[in-house]
C-alpha cells in the first residue's frame, strides 16, 4: 500500500522557519523523482518544488526561492522542506507528490500557519 505522510506543520511566526517531511512507504522512493505543492481555500494547486530522483537537482518557484530548500534521503525514503524566512502569505497546505512515467502519488497534506 502507497503511502505518503507528511508531518512537521504548525504555526510560526512571520519569519519563522518549520521543517515539513514526508516519509514515504510502499514504492521504490529512490526512483521517484518528488515535490512540495501547496493549496489554499478557494485557489489551485501551486507547485512549491521537486527535487530528482537522486536528489542531483533542486527547482523552485519564484515565490519560495531563496527561502524554501528541498531534500530528500533516500536511505530513510524521506522528504524533506525547510522553510526559513516564512510569510503569512505561505499559510496553506503543504502536500508532497511522488512522481515517475507511470505513476503519481500524493500525501494528505499538513496545514502551516504563519501568523503572529
Known amino acids: 500500500q502507497v503511502q505518503l505522510v507528511e508531518s512537521g506543520g504548525g504555526l510560526a511566526q512571520p519569519g519563522g522557519s518549520l521543517r515539513l517531511s514526508c516519509a514515504a512507504s510502499?514504492?521504490?522512493?529512490?526512483?521517484?523523482?518528488m515535490s512540495w505543492a501547496r493549496q489554499a481555500p478557494g485557489k489551485g494547486l501551486e507547485w512549491v518544488c521537486g527535487?530528482?530522483?537522486?536528489?542531483?537537482?533542486?527547482l523552485y518557484a519564484d515565490s519560495v526561492k531563496g527561502r524554501f530548500t528541498i531534500s530528500r534521503d533516500n536511505a530513510k525514503d524521506t522528504l524533506y522542506l525547510q522553510m526559513n524566512s516564512l510569510k503569512p502569505e505561505d499559510t496553506t497546505v503543504y502536500y508532497c507528490?511522488?512522481?515517475?512515467?507511470?505513476?503519481?502519488?500524493w500525501g494528505q497534506g499538513t496545514q502551516v500557519t504563519v501568523s503572529s
Open positions: 527535487i530528482y530522483s537522486d536528489g542531483s537537482e533542486t
Open positions: 510502499g514504492f521504490t522512493f529512490s526512483s521517484y523523482a
Open positions: 507528490n511522488a512522481r515517475s512515467f507511470a505513476r503519481n502519488y
